[in-house]
Every structure is written in C-alpha cells, then in structure tokens.
Nanobody, 124 residues
Framework: QVHLEESGGDSVQAGGSLTLSCKAS???????TGWFRQTPGKEREGDAV???????QYEDSVKGRVSIFKDYTKNTMYLRINSLVPEDTAMYYC???????????????????WGQGTQVTVSS
C-alpha cells in the first residue's frame, strides 16, 4: 500500500491559480496516478490522470485549465489549476493504481490508494 498525502489547497479568488501536491510514500513513476475532486453530496469525479508512460488525460470540463505532472525524483505528483472558478471549490484527492495504463478519468474504482484530500475554496 502506498501512502499519499496532498497539500496546497487554499482559499483563493476566482481567476487565480493553484498547484496541488501529492507526496507518495512509494515509487509512483511507473503507475497510473490521478486527481479527483469531491463536493458534499456528490460522487468523487476525476479531473486528470497520468499513465506510467507520462501520458495525461483530462476531464472535458477542465481541459485547458488543469495540468497533471510528476516529479519522479521526489515521488510527488501535482495538479495545476488555472483560471479558478467558484465551481472548482471541492476537496481534491490524489490516487494511484497498480498498473501503468490508465482507464480514463471516470473510473475511480480502478484506483487503489487515496490521500486524505486537500480543500480548495474559490470565491467570486
């Protein structure tokens, strides 16, 4: 089991940017990893995933505003969110799978380990 710990969540004004970090206790470079968001009363939804080959996939509604990347030397993954809007307010979770390939951003059952989340609040 890999322990994941998110950080970087904050309260920001609309239009701003944030970079969320996720430190892993193990090596995640060759694994499919991802970022999901969740608001109260809703299902956890994927924003972005990255395969073990470094290929990203994005949810259509955030494509162009978010980017996922990894620092292999630090076993850390990141999610950069630009042009924040109030609808981005959510708890953000990082996750990983046991395989290098990713099924896409919608299949959260594919993922095994989850962090505790980091809160992003966007005010207008």
């Amino acid at each position: 089991q890999v322990h994941l710990e998110e950080s970087g969540g904050d309260s920001v004004q609309a239009g701003g940017s944030l970079t969320l970090s996720c430190k892993a206790s193990g090596i995640i470079a060759l694994l499919c990893t991802g970022w999901f968001r969740q608001t109260p009363g809703k299902e956890r939804e994927g924003d972005a995933v990255m395969s073990g080959q470094g290929i990203p996939q994005y949810e259509d509604s955030v494509k162009g505003r978010v980017s996922i990347f990894k620092d292999y030397t630090k076993n850390t993954m990141y999610l950069r969110i630009n042009s924040l809007v109030p609808e981005d307010t959510a708890m953000y979770y990082c996750t990983d799978a046991r395989y290098a390939s990713c099924p896409g951003v919608t299949d959260r059952s594919y993922f095994i380990d989850w962090g505790q989340g980091t809160q992003v609040t966007v005010s207008s």
